[in-house]
């Protein structure tokens, strides 16, 4: 059974920019969820898909927004970069029947210059 | 607005001692109350806990809900250095599409 594998690991960005990163859920795992995690912070969820749709959404603004695909991989794409879009975003897989028991994977470390 | 809240924010203790870690919650439609371990990157699962005054063990590591005082426990006792790692609290949503984590408690372990 494969974890979740998360790529880049690292990545220095510019303000302005536009960032795709990508996660592959453990194998069996349906659902994936967002997260972005700031210095010293908990994990604050950005969004979760299920079936390839959207399927809630925390409190962040609309350039941040995601795919999921029929193999149950997804994408989270931020456009116009902040400053304070520098953080490790986790992405997250689970079974639908038990969604809160969520598997982490390793991450991946944004820096916004 | 639904928040977790964790106490201590840091600690640091000796191995073989015995620790607390305290995690409080207001969350709407709150269903489960989640412990991850985070030690470098990835939290790690410990528990999930949806029934009060049931305890929930592994090794060394317990812990308790009590939904009435909105309240979770984590113990650790007989603590080793690879305990230190960051202690994450999360309240679990209905639906389960969501998860409200806290800030996380520090834990240093000395040897």
């Given at each position: 059974?494969?974890?979740?594998?998360?790529?880049?690991?690292?990545?220095?960005?510019?303000?302005?920019?536009?960032?795709?990163?990508?996660?592959?859920?453990?194998?069996?795992?349906?659902?994936?969820?967002?997260?972005?995690?700031?210095?010293?912070?908990?994990?604050?969820?950005?969004?979760?898909?299920?079936?390839?749709?959207?399927?809630?959404?925390?409190?962040?603004?609309?350039?941040?927004?995601?795919?999921?695909?029929?193999?149950?991989?997804?994408?989270?794409?931020?456009?116009?970069?902040?400053?304070?879009?520098?953080?490790?975003?986790?992405?997250?897989?689970?079974?639908?029947?038990?969604?809160?028991?969520?598997?982490?994977?390793?991450?991946?470390?944004?820096?916004?210059? | 607005?639904?928040?977790?809240?964790q106490s201590?924010?840091?600690l640091?203790v000796?191995?073989g001692d015995t620790v607390t870690l305290n995690c409080?919650?207001?969350?709407?439609?709150?269903?489960s109350l989640l412990w991850y371990k985070?030690?470098?990157?990835?939290?790690t699962f410990l528990f999930m806990l949806t029934s009060s005054g049931i305890e929930k063990k592994s090794g060394r590591l317990s812990s308790i809900l009590d939904k009435?005082e909105?309240f979770s426990i984590l113990n650790i006792t007989a603590t080793q250095?690879g305990d230190?790692a960051?202690y994450l609290c999360a309240?679990?949503?209905?639906?389960?599409?969501?998860?409200?984590?806290?800030?996380?408690t520090?834990l240093?372990v000395?040897?």
């Amino acid at each position: 059974e494969t974890g979740v594998t998360q790529s880049p690991t690292h990545l220095i960005k510019t303000r302005g920019q536009q960032v795709t990163l990508r996660c592959s859920s453990q194998s069996g795992h349906n659902t994936v969820s967002w997260y972005q995690q700031a210095l010293g912070q908990g994990p604050q969820f950005i969004f979760q898909y299920y079936r390839e749709e959207e399927n809630g959404r925390g409190n962040f603004p609309p350039r941040f927004s995601g795919l999921q695909f029929p193999n149950y991989s997804s994408e989270l794409n931020v456009n116009a970069l902040e400053l304070d879009d520098s953080a490790l975003y986790l992405c997250a897989s689970s079974r639908t029947e038990n969604q809160e028991t969520q598997y982490f994977g390793p991450g991946t470390r944004l820096l916004v210059l | 607005e639904d928040k977790v809240v964790q106490s201590p924010l840091s600690l640091v203790v000796h191995e073989g001692d015995t620790v607390t870690l305290n995690c409080s919650y207001e969350v709407t439609n709150f269903r489960s109350l989640l412990w991850y371990k985070q030690e470098k990157k990835a939290p790690t699962f410990l528990f999930m806990l949806t029934s009060s005054g049931i305890e929930k063990k592994s090794g060394r590591l317990s812990s308790i809900l009590d939904k009435k005082e909105l309240f979770s426990i984590l113990n650790i006792t007989a603590t080793q250095t690879g305990d230190s790692a960051v202690y994450l609290c999360a309240g679990g949503l209905t639906g389960g599409f969501k998860t409200i984590f806290g800030a996380g408690t520090r834990l240093f372990v000395k040897a």
